[in-house]
């Protein structure tokens, strides 16, 4: 480690967002309070562990130098997700709501990552107050721990924009302000919009406010943490469902875009690429869904509405990377789940708090092949790969191709590994994919009927670190790893 690597406002950065944790277990104590459930005091000491862990780490960094480079932000990110994780963990663990450190780790993981795989079994069981704890993980994670922060907690004094282009998700990272801490306020004032939107919405359709609040911080996060068991299908509301698939889909958009539109800059929405690829896939892909299943309507139309509705479902639920369900496409034939698995590899607009691939990346991805093809039957002519207008620079589409390529070869190494640890095929191949992707449910034991508790506890840690990696991008975590990481 050189000289330069900045230790000291690492341990400043992570003990104020450590402090941060422990405000939202309180929090979560208030809610306990209300509902008399009378395990406040497990919260009370996660928050006590969360604020002397926080308090160490402000004072270690009391006198750190406002330098931040690459390194500090690729560092302080993927401890902050570690960190969270760990913590985060001890209201499961203390109340016994999930006894087991793997199962509760992988659980806090999976709502910190907005993956929302989950290894519960007895979900309307549990106090409203773990339940909240986990919904409010994805809130947190799903806009991001740092960006979040930094809109937050100005008082840091240094620049952020290391650590936003770290956490940041997608090739680009679209500044809609000059100062990186006033455009997390306005991704973050997005974000609390659309929460209190869509939380209004299902109250008004039929739920009550405690799983109205809760389901809108898993899908505005594109999590897919439920209070229900059996998800949003628990609620068998048509308005519901259609609320949902709304703000699935609109949570998967670039957020910057939200940004344009307030501003009236409709134009600017429509003639983003990425944006209209992504509602295309979804209504290919849905229209797609709904003809495998046309075999068994009756020609009524509320048969045809229920299969649009479920397919229409099935694909915003996957490609957002929320993990809702309303149906166990479990069942459904084999070649419906090729096109899941699409769904989950690409995933939603940068820019978003959803995972997978992207959609730029995808696109840009298809256009650098089809330029290939035609450079080989014209070697002379120079075909440059465009997006918005722009030329895009070689670098760019080189990160592109290099993210896909280390993206599919993280796929084949974690279904190894996961079938070393005794997975089959199909759960290895949609366990790793759904989780590097961040999306929920796989296929087989764990599908959308199933959960993840009945894996070995090497599975877990391996689909734990997938869901990290996936989060953040691949690079930002695999970097840390490299030698040339830790050279002046």
């Known amino acids: 480690m050189t000289k330069e690597f900045n230790i000291r406002l690492i341990a400043k950065i992570l003990g104020s967002l450590l402090v941060i944790e422990g405000f939202f277990f309180v929090l979560c104590m208030a809610v306990d309070l209300y509902y008399g459930e009378n395990i406040w005091i497990y919260f009370l000491q996660s928050a006590g562990i969360a604020l002397v862990l926080g308090f160490v780490g402000v004072l270690l960094g009391r006198k750190a130098s406002p330098q931040i480079g690459k390194r500090e932000g690729s560092v302080i990110v993927t401890m902050t997700w570690l960190l969270f994780s760990c913590v985060g963990m001890m209201p499961f663990v203390l109340s016994g709501s999930i006894p087991s450190v793997t199962d509760a780790f992988f659980e806090t993981m999976s709502g910190f990552t907005t ?12 106090p409203h107050s773990i339940l909240f704890w986990r919904s409010t993980t994805h809130w947190i994670g799903g806009l991001g721990i740092i960006v979040i922060s930094m809109a937050l907690l100005p008082v840091f004094g240094f620049s952020g924009m290391y650590i936003f282009s770290a956490e940041a998700t997608g ?3 679209d500044k809609i302000h000059p100062k990186i801490s006033e455009t997390a306020k306005r991704l973050l004032g997005i974000y609390v919009v659309l929460t209190l939107s869509e939380t209004i919405l299902l109250k008004v359709a039929g739920m009550s406010w405690f799983d109205a609040v809760c389901h809108s911080f898993a899908t505005i996060a594109t999590g897919g943490f439920s209070t229900r068991q059996s998800s949003i299908g628990a609620y068998n509301s048509p308005a519901i469902e ?12 670039n957020f910057s875009l939200y940004y344009f539109l307030f501003k009236q800059k409709i134009a600017k929405v429509f003639h983003n690429e990425e944006f209209r690829v992504y509602l295309l896939i979804i209504g290919v892909f ?42 166990d496409y479990g069942i ?24 997978g691939m ?7 991805t298809f256009k650098y092949s089809y330029y290939e093809f035609k450079r080989l039957i014209h070697p002379n002519a120079v075909f440059p790969v465009r997006y918005n207008d722009h030329v895009m620079e070689d670098g ?22 996961l079938s070393f640890a ?37 599975s877990k840690w391996i689909l734990s670190a997938s869901m990290m990696i996936g989060r953040l991008e691949l690079f930002t975590v695999l970097v840390i790893f490299t030698p040339v990481f830790w050279k002046k």
């Open 286 to 327: 849905t229209v797609l869904l709904t003809l495998t299943h046309l075999y068994k309507l009756d020609f009524s139309f509320s048969s045809f509405e229920d299969t649009l509705r479920n397919s229409l479902f099935v694909v915003s639920s996957t490609i957002s990377t929320t993990g809702f369900v309303t149906v």
């Open 358 to 364: 992207k959609v730029v990346r995808v696109l840009l």
């Open 422 to 458: 005794g997975m089959d095929f199909v759960e290895a191949l949609t366990g790793q994919i759904t989780c590097l992707s961040n999306v929920g449910p796989g296929l087989g034991k764990i599908g959308p009927a199933f959960s993840f508790s009945e894996l070995s506890v090497a």
């Open 332 to 355: 459904w034939p084999t070649y419906t789940w090729i096109m899941v698995i699409v769904l989950m590899l690409i995933g939603s607009s940068a820019g978003s708090t959803a995972g």
């Open 115 to 126: 993956t929302g795989a989950s290894v519960l079994n007895n979900i309307e069981e549990l």
């Open 242 to 253: 259609y609320i949902v698939i709304f703000f699935m889909i609109f949570s998967g958009i």
């Open 396 to 417: 760019v589409i080189t990160r592109i191709l290099s993210f896909v390529i280390v993206y599919i070869m993280l796929i084949v190494v974690g279904s190894l590994l």
């Open 171 to 173: 090739p680009t990272k």
